[in-house]
């Protein structure tokens, strides 16, 4: 008979795991990024001798700047001075207030469906969408692109449905799967507008009519396009006027809208049956309602000042702009993220490691296994706070790099982006 399990194994397995990670170079080390709603991008943390330094953060989805405006905090501090800082409650056990309510309501009407409900994030609301369409619906085939969030994959593997998988963005592929799965048999596409590890945008049109064709239903993920895209930032597919023609909406309220959580929208009988049968609804506290409230408020904001928006993609052209100036590659896409090929993740990393260290820029080594080995690169993301000068300091510091003549230290550019003066880090 096996001897018992002792405490010992258990640690000598987690360590194992570790360990695997730490050999394939896929283990996690976080910065401090000790982020200042003035100041925003720059940041401050402490490097490896506990000296603080500065640096300016190219790897925030607070895309528009909004987690620092003041009108939202102000709404967040009314609110949580009026209701208290938590909602106490799941929302079917005292946790639903008028500001759940309210925000579900801009969201719906944003989104142009009948109804919208909250999740504490869009992951959450992923999983805990499709895993409960996949339980209820047991002959549901869910169709899903290849680059689709882990949260998608998550939800996607939690209910014991077939699924079939088409490569990126690949309309053809994906008609040849539906024709494979019976007429007379249930069917879900799920996929992302705004592709966040490649900047591609599905072709939302074509999915839109494929769905048509085959009577499949269809779940987009506009994550990364919400607060940005359309003309009142609802998305891709405001943008392409065809808000209507799409089932379920997933969004979040974490990184355009500044503030925290996430959502779907779709008809009302669809929010209901979440409501209803979605586990990963009911049985979790509610969002607090001041949480809410500066949500509703930044959207608001958002549909009705176009200033913002505006900024951001004009700094995402002018960056682009520097980039092809100072002869450093990008891969072109059509949306917002840069993504500068670096072979190797080796390579990646000692690079962001080097952009650091030297020159105070801190942006995202992007490695296997979040894009495929041979894909490694440098994923900027500018943001409407980024100024002219923090533009021109990273794009020189590319050059330098990537261009092998990098010689001395931080000083060695002029304008340094991180010296302090009037109006740095404002819009
Ligand atoms: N979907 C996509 C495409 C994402 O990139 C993310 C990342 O955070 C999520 C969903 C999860 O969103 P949230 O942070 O609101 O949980």
Redesign the pocket.
Known sequence: MPGLYRYMEYQQLFTDQLKRLKDEGTYRYFLEVNKSAQHFPRFTYQDEQGNSQQAINWCS?DYLGLSSEESLISRLGFVAHRSGTGSGGTRNISGTTNYHKELEHTLADWHRKEGALLFN??????VTTLQTLGRQLPGLVFFSDERN?A??IEGIRGCRNEKKIFAHNDMEQLEELLQQVPVDQPKLIVF?SV??MSGTIAPVKDIIALARKYQALTYV?E??AVGLYGKTGAGIFEQEDVQSSVDMV?G????AIGVF??YIAASSLLIDFIRSFGRGFIFTTSLPPAICAAANTSIQLIQREENRRRQFFSNVQHLRQSLTENGVDFKPNPSHITIIPVAGAEQCRGLARQLLEKQGIYLQPINYPTVPIGEECLRVICTARHLPKHIHHLAWSLKKLLHGDYQTDRQEFPSFALTTGDGEGQD
């Open positions: 989805n994030g869009a992951y959450q609301a992923n969030h949260s998608i992302e592709y966040s993920d994550v990364h997933n979040t309220l974490s990184k959580g996430g």
